[in-house]
């Protein structure tokens, strides 16, 4: 059973860039999975990011632009969230979450991050 | 980009109704990239049905999926107290993930 966890600064300045990492217990970072983000706005629905596999590829949501990458650390089994140029519009819940790549669907969730973008 | 659309937004019922939940692709969907999740406040979602009609593991069996092309539906044969929740469902399409708005199931 996979478990998930973020980790991260709780507040971010605007047009700064917002870090979050993602640690991995109960499987390799290296296995077959899709490693997700996904954020949750204040009282709204559910917006995916983009997710990594373990060949290094990634794929973005494009309503986010150039401004997300995802990245993992194969030595400490956890992946990383880096969105840029954030503005009070990027405040929500960030969850890590995971595909295993034979489905299509996030079979596992973190806890969640609420990260607040002000000054 | 596929576009889920849900209604209602929010759907109000006794326990013991029956729910029926929407949910509308932009596009036509592969029947096994179609999920539904559940999430409580405060908690992040749980995944329900899976491929439009599996159930996840330990999901009651009151709750079913159907649905093909466009549209699809999540029923919760009498709804119990501890189903009143948001309800989301999710597909996958050429590398790319969306949800819809989301289903606000609560107490009438």
């Known amino acids: 059973q996979v478990q998930l966890q973020e980790s991260g600064p709780g507040l971010v300045e605007p047009s700064q860039t917002l870090s979050l990492t993602c640690t991995v217990s109960g499987a390799s970072i290296s296995s077959a999975y899709y490693w997700s983000w996904v954020r949750q706005h204040p009282g709204k629905g559910l917006e995916w990011i983009g997710f990594i596999y373990s060949s290094g590829t990634a794929y973005y949501n494009p309503s986010l632009g150039s401004r997300v990458v995802i990245s993992f650390d194969t030595s400490k089994n956890q992946f990383s969230l880096n969105l840029d140029s954030v503005t009070a519009a990027d405040t929500a819940v960030y969850y890590c979450?995971?595909?295993?790549?034979?489905?299509?669907?996030?079979?596992?969730w973190g806890q969640g991050a609420l990260v607040t973008v002000s000054s | 980009e596929v576009v889920l659309t849900q209604s209602p937004g929010t759907l109000s019922l006794s326990p013991g109704e029956r729910a029926t939940l929407s949910c509308r692709a932009s596009q036509s969907i592969s029947r096994s990239h179609l999920a539904w999740y559940q999430q409580k406040p405060g908690q992040a979602p749980r995944l329900l049905i899976y491929?439009?009609?599996n159930r996840a593991a330990g999901i009651p069996d009151r709750f079913s999926g159907s649905g093909s092309g466009t549209d699809f539906t999540l029923t919760i044969n009498k709804v119990e107290p501890e189903d009143f929740a948001v309800y989301h469902c999710q597909q996958y399409s050429s590398s790319q993930y969306s949800f819809g708005q989301g289903t606000k199931l609560d107490i009438k």
């Open positions: 979450a995971v595909v295993p790549t034979i489905n299509r669907w996030f079979d596992a």
């Open positions: 491929g439009t009609f």
